[in-house]
C-alpha cells in the first residue's frame, strides 16, 4: 500500500481506479474511511475490476451506482459488482464513516486443494 495515496483515487485515463491493495501479492484491502462535504474523494466517478463492500459505521451518505444514487443510513451495506461506475457523496453536510472492502474477483474464484 502506498500511505500517500491512502483513501484517494487515482484514475487511469480511461476513468478505472488504481487500487491501493495493501499486498499487490493479494489484491484486497479493507479501510477504516469516511466521507466529508468537498473532499478530494468525494464525487469522483470511477470503476475498478474489483468487487467493493461498503457498510456504514456512522451518519449516512450517498452512494451512486450506474446513475442510481441510494442512501445509506448507519448499519446498511452495499456491494458494488465488478467493473460498475461509482462514487460516494456527502448528504446534509454531514461526515459519514464507513468500513471499504475492496477485493479482486480471482481471489474470490480461486480453488484451494487440501
Not at 491501493?20 to 479493507?30: G, V
Not at 445509506?72 to 456527502?90: A, E, P, R, W
Request: proline share 4%; with cysteine.
Amino acid at each position: 500500500m502506498i500511505r500517500e495515496r491512502m483513501g484517494l483515487i487515482v484514475k487511469r485515463e480511461d476513468g478505472s481506479e488504481i487500487v491501493n491493495y495493501d499486498n499487490p501479492a493479494f489484491p484486497s484491502y479493507i479501510y477504516d474511511g469516511w466521507i466529508a462535504p468537498r473532499v478530494t474523494w468525494e464525487r469522483v466517478p470511477h470503476f475498478h475490476e474489483d468487487i467493493e463492500i461498503v457498510s456504514v459505521k456512522e451518519g449516512r451518505m450517498g452512494y451512486c451506482v450506474n446513475g442510481k444514487t441510494l442512501v445509506l443510513n448507519k448499519g446498511d451495506t452495499i456491494v458494488v459488482n465488478s467493473n460498475q461506475i461509482h462514487y460516494s457523496m456527502c448528504l446534509d453536510d454531514t461526515i459519514a464513516k464507513y468500513v471499504i472492502f475492496i477485493v479482486h474477483p480471482n481471489i474470490l474464484a480461486s480453488s484451494v486443494t487440501v
